[in-house]
């Protein structure tokens, strides 16, 4: 009411003197207030609220005279006639009967209000709402329109989960059999090895030539591992002859050869600084090796490295698995929506906007993964990938390398990982000396331990 009169002296006062520069300037700002909150029917829409809100037989009374329900219908009619740029509304339609509730979304409607509010009247909801967000055991969860699109997508997301559950559980299974099979087999046989040992130690002190018998028994347990299982016509990915590489005075490999076929899951194994990254960079074409040579058949390589190269800090998620726009992503073949893709790899749908730069260290490995397995290559390279990766995500990554058609070639230090992997090993020893074992890995570490036991017990002062 101010602002009309105002703007109705303002006209007045014009009419004598329209080159007052401030007067004119005042004359705007109150004529765009005005049109902002649709005033000039103020009256009428006061009007309106009060009938419909059915206020109007009381707009006499002191606001103190009136019962709870009636107050609360007074201050929604006042929030209506502010038109605030955000309305915050908690349950508004409670108090109201359906014809105040008709006529509140008519309003609401037409009015076109940024609107923030709490009900349970699921009709008022479906009617207003362009989104709705519901808050469950402790977590909000967004959903697109009202309660009839929030019913459907609610049930998909409900059918997600469950189908989420049942891999989950077909994971746990498969974990746990390979558990059962083969961690407890190979704590079996080291048990058994562990109680020959120390039976030796003591046969030893009367009998030495038992140590050497022994030694060459645990050698022939390991060459067992060693025989070539491969399927001679797989194509061949790469043939190493007689590889050497020698960075600056540091001898890292040394007359190393090998043929890595089409389906070959191999892990890299062995102590820092030995070279095994240096061996990755010499396949990829990125270093030059010393001496030697190495063929190449006609493939295509995906690679995934610790400094996550793949990825570009400025982009965000969209951004970087659809560059060419959409959202949409090829999965081998499998045309998949980004958010459909990424919640495989435990990304929840905001994070879709988030740039690249702003993700912890797990979270750039964990997508640089992801965009990994959208490459339809015919080799997967990785570099140490389960660096900065929680459980669950190193079980897809698992399951995503096991299911994976083509070679895979790893550098890890990750026992478990290996040994549910890998189906080759490549050891580095001392002297830039390569060795390759079908074993599994813990299974070569411990069969070394005991070597080591048997060497230490043999150039023991007792048996010289």
């Not at 043939?239 to 070959?264: A, H, P």
């Not at 396949?283 to 040579?293: D, N, S, V």
């Not at 096991?402 to 026992?415: E, K, L, M, N």
């Amino acid at each position: 009411y101010d602002a009309k009169n105002r703007y109705d002296e303002l006209s007045l006062q014009l009419a004598d003197n329209f080159d007052d520069k401030l007067l004119l300037k005042e004359h705007s700002d109150l004529s765009s207030y005005l049109d902002h909150h649709s005033a000039w029917s103020l009256d009428d829409k006061i009007e309106r609220i009060l009938v419909h809100f059915n206020l109007k037989h009381m707009e006499d009374k002191p606001i103190m005279m009136l019962s709870g329900g009636e107050q609360r219908r007074v201050a929604l009619a006042g929030l209506l006639l502010q038109k605030p740029d955000i309305l915050l509304l908690d349950e508004p339609t409670n108090h109201l009967d359906v014809y105040m509730v008709e006529f509140l979304e008519e309003l609401i409607l037409k009015e076109q209000y940024t609107l923030i509010f709490i009900s349970h009247d699921r009709y008022f909801i479906d009617q207003i709402a362009t989104k709705t967000i519901e808050v469950e055991d402790g977590a909000l969860r967004e959903y697109k329109g009202g309660y009839s699109d929030y019913l459907t997508q609610k049930a998909e997301y409900i059918r997600t989960l469950q189908k989420q559950h049942d891999n989950l559980l077909g994971m746990l299974k498969t974990e746990n059999e390979w558990f059962a099979r083969g961690v407890r087999a190979r704590l079996k046989r080291n048990e058994g090895r562990k109680e020959r040992l120390m039976q030796l130690r003591e046969a030893a002190k009367t009998n030495p030539a038992m140590i050497r018998k022994m030694s060459v028994e645990i050698q022939r347990e390991a060459k067992n591992f060693n025989r070539d299982k491969s399927v001679n016509k797989q194509k061949m990915l790469f043939e190493v002859n007689n590889l050497g590489v020698t960075l600056g005075d540091k001898l890292l490999i040394k007359g190393f050869t090998t043929r890595i076929l089409q389906k070959d899951v191999i892990a890299i194994v062995g102590p820092n600084g030995t070279g095994k990254s240096t061996l990755l960079k010499v396949l990829l074409g990125r270093i030059k090796p010393t001496e030697g040579t190495i063929k190449q058949g006609e493939f295509s390589i995906g690679y995934f490295d610790q400094h996550r190269e793949l990825l570009e800090d400025s982009k965000n998620l969209i951004e970087t698995f659809c560059p060419n726009g959409g959202d949409r992503v090829n999965v081998r073949g499998s045309n998949m929506h980004v958010y459909g893709y990424l919640k495989n790899f435990l990304f929840p749908r905001e994070y879709l906007e988030k740039k690249i730069g702003v993700l912890s260290g797990g979270e750039k490995n964990r997508i640089a993964l992801a965009l990994l397995f959208t490459k339809d290559v015919d080799i997967m390279i990785l570099d140490e990938p389960t660096n900065d990766l929680d459980i669950p995500t190193i079980n897809i990554l698992e399951e995503k390398l096991q299911h994976f058609p083509g070679a895979v070639i790893i550098v890890s230090h990750d026992r478990y990982f290996v040994d549910k992997i890998a189906k080759k090993l490549l050891i580095f020893k001392e002297k830039g000396h390569i060795e390759e074992s079908f074993q599994e890995y813990s299974e070569y570490l411990n069969i070394e331990k005991a070597l080591k036991s048997l060497d230490d017990l043999e150039n023991s002062p007792e048996q010289k």
